[in-house]
């Protein structure tokens, strides 16, 4: 993934986009948002931790406690939902 600071605090289009194209490049196969990763053997739980690692790096924010479930990551849509809301609820720079 890109370290670039638009997409790091990016819409949640933005954050989809990118992880859609991190996983394809990854998993070398098309990635539907809604597709159930988990259910279609695409991710084990040995990717599900490198995929937090990946995301707290590229989106700068930390996915701790209740967020660290399997349902969190089961798709691009719920991995893109999880960073948008962790943003939005990260108090701003210089707040």
């Known amino acids: 993934m890109t370290t670039d600071q638009s997409v790091a605090k990016g819409s949640r ?17 098309s990635v539907a948002p809604d597709r159930d990763l988990f259910a279609e053997g695409l991710i084990t739980s040995l990717f599900a931790m490198e995929l937090v690692v990946q995301l707290e790096q590229t989106f700068d924010v930390s996915i701790v406690g ?13 991995m893109a939902e999880l ?13």
């Open 13 to 29: 289009a933005a954050i989809e986009r990118e992880l859609l194209s991190f996983l394809e490049q990854r998993l070398r196969t």
């Open 66 to 78: 209740p967020d660290l479930k399997m349902d969190s990551f089961r798709s691009v849509n719920a």
């Open 83 to 95: 960073v948008h809301r962790l943003q939005r609820a990260a108090p701003t720079d210089g707040a």
